[in-house]
């Protein structure tokens, strides 16, 4: 089994106005992600949750060690889908992924254990198994765009993430036409990651004098609504 590769891991929330700042800073010394569309893409995640809502209590109760279950798309496209588990240690964070097809992917929308158990994939086995033990569910779609940057030394990866949108209590990942309302007045966030040591411009450019760290949660802010 390969171990865990842990990153460090940034976020601030920032304004409409420093995003306008940031974009212009880091196009200058960064390299747009090759997979965005002009220099964007739109995401789509659903997240699992149990019904006691662990993974959202221990991220507003500030748990130093957690992890969450989310289904993921990209700009629409149904043809790539991921889903990922997020792990969490401290300031350190941690990601597996695996693909799916659009039928494995919905057998875990409809909770299908009996299809979930033909799946090869180690992480669909250990989502299925915690479904099954743990009553794991799809609970909220996270929509928002996102532009990022990418920065060879340090393997530093910065994003800025805006117009997050919830899905409230709909969990129907495929219908692209189903209603969101913006969660709240969620602000636009700043992430920075990196290895074992981030550059110092780099460091320099994502300062924002008005921001500091900050623990929001994508999940968090739109679970608010449903």
């Known amino acids: 089994m390969i171990p865990l590769q842990y990153r460090h891991e940034w976020k601030h929330e920032v304004s409409a106005f420093d995003v306008l700042c940031l ?29 006691r809502d662990t993974a959202l209590r221990e ?4 748990v ?11 700009n629409g496209d149904d043809s790539y889908l991921v889903l990922e588990k997020k792990s969490k240690v401290g300031g350190l964070c941690a990601k597996e992924q695996t693909h799916l097809t659009r039928p494995q ?4 929308l409809t909770c299908d254990l009996q299809a979930l158990a033909a799946d090869p994939a180690p992480l669909v086995q250990e989502l299925r198994w915690k479904m099954q033990t ?4 799809p609970m909220t779609i996270v929509d928002y765009t996102r532009e990022p940057f ?20 709909s969990t129907d990942f495929f219908d692209f036409r189903c209603p969101t309302i913006p969660a709240g007045d969620a602000p636009a966030i700043l992430e920075v990651k990196w290895d074992e040591y981030l550059p110092t411009v780099i460091r ?8 500091r760290t900050s623990a929001f949660s994508k999940y968090a802010a739109c679970r608010m609504y449903g």
């Open 105 to 108: 992917a919905q057998a875990l």
């Open 59 to 62: 991220k507003l109760d500030g």
């Open 150 to 169: 990418v920065f060879a030394p340090g393997n530093v990866r910065v994003t800025l993430d805006y117009d997050i949108r919830t899905g409230l209590k």
């Open 134 to 137: 743990r009553g794991l569910r």
């Open 204 to 211: 320099d450019l994502v300062q924002v004098p008005t921001t």
């Open 23 to 51: 974009r212009q800073r880091l196009s200058a010394v960064m390299t747009p992600d090759p997979h965005a569309r002009d220099g964007r893409y739109f995401v789509r995640s659903l997240y699992f949750d149990d019904l």
């Open 64 to 74: 130093s060690r957690r992890e969450k279950f989310r289904l993921r798309c990209y």
